[in-house]
């Protein structure tokens, strides 16, 4: 079925941080970051991204090419002296997928005859929410509305088998589950060092990224400028893959390697990001049928963040 085929090739492999708040010291030359959320302000993010998969067959590339567009609300607020409440309400969902010369695009605002099971299903969640509740280093305590969300587009499935509903249910938690926030927001939270630093220093720190492409990455972070309430990081990383013993074409891949760089600004603040672009390659061999097919993924990304 063509929601069956279009589930499988969806990958939301969204990333959106939060970074600490920075605050002034020593006239400027130093600085110190701590998680200031500002009460009852609102922040409207969108996030773009590009991936590009590239099979070598007998000499014959093919490529694959993703593209999606994402929005939703965000919300930070302090529960506890050392736990916060972050409420994110989807908005929209679009998404363009060139397989083989063909395009195929999902839309969760079309409406009537003109949408598709996908798009109804997308559609289903825009508006609804989930309240994530998190200690000071983003890690998760509690997740609200998720099973909400997933119960109110199963319900509507009652002609699918259970293969099907399984492959819709696996869609709605990448975008409303625990493994949505861990890739996308969690390790943010402790993204900069608790001492004081300077323009131009540097510092380092060891992430994994789950989901479709998972991978452990070793990431340097330099401060770039601090400069009429925003702050700018660049960061640039070596990547390697994490052993699950899934049946992902990750788990099968060889000679994996990667690398990723980027820019982040953030509202100096609150530490809430406004902008970011990053770029991030993979190469690998995967075995089919008897036969080493070289395997290349670019993936760009592009955040914008904006007060409502």
Known sequence: MILKKMIRKVSFGLLFPL????????????????ISPIENVKYYYTIKNEKISTFEVENKKVVSENKSTVGFIYELTQDTSNNYRVKLTYDQFYIVMINNGKEQIIDASKTGDEAEQIDKLLADILGSSIIVTINSKGGIIDVEGKNA?????????TT?????????????NQLTGESFFNNNLQDNFNLLPDSLIKKGDSWNRVVKQ????????NNKYTLIDVENGFAEIDFNSTIKKIENGDN??????????????????????SGLLN?????????????????????SIKVKR???????
């Open 275 to 295: 902008k970011a672009a990053t770029k991030s390659n993979f190469t690998g061999v995967v075995r089919v049928m008897g036969r080493d097919v070289p395997v």
């Open 19 to 34: 970074l600490c708040s920075c605050n002034n010291y020593d006239k400027g030359q130093h600085f110190s970051f701590a």
């Open 149 to 157: 969300i997933r119960d109110k587009v199963l319900a509507g499935l």
């Open 210 to 217: 789950t989901g479709e492409i998972m991978f452990e990455a």
């Open 160 to 172: 699918y088998n259970s293969g099907e509903k399984k492959q819709v249910e696996e869609l709605i």
């Open 248 to 269: 992902s074409i990750m788990e099968h891949m060889r000679d994996f390697k990667g690398n990723q760089s980027g820019t982040y600004i953030i509202f100096e603040k």
């Open 302 to 308: 592009e955040i914008n963040v904006k007060k409502i």
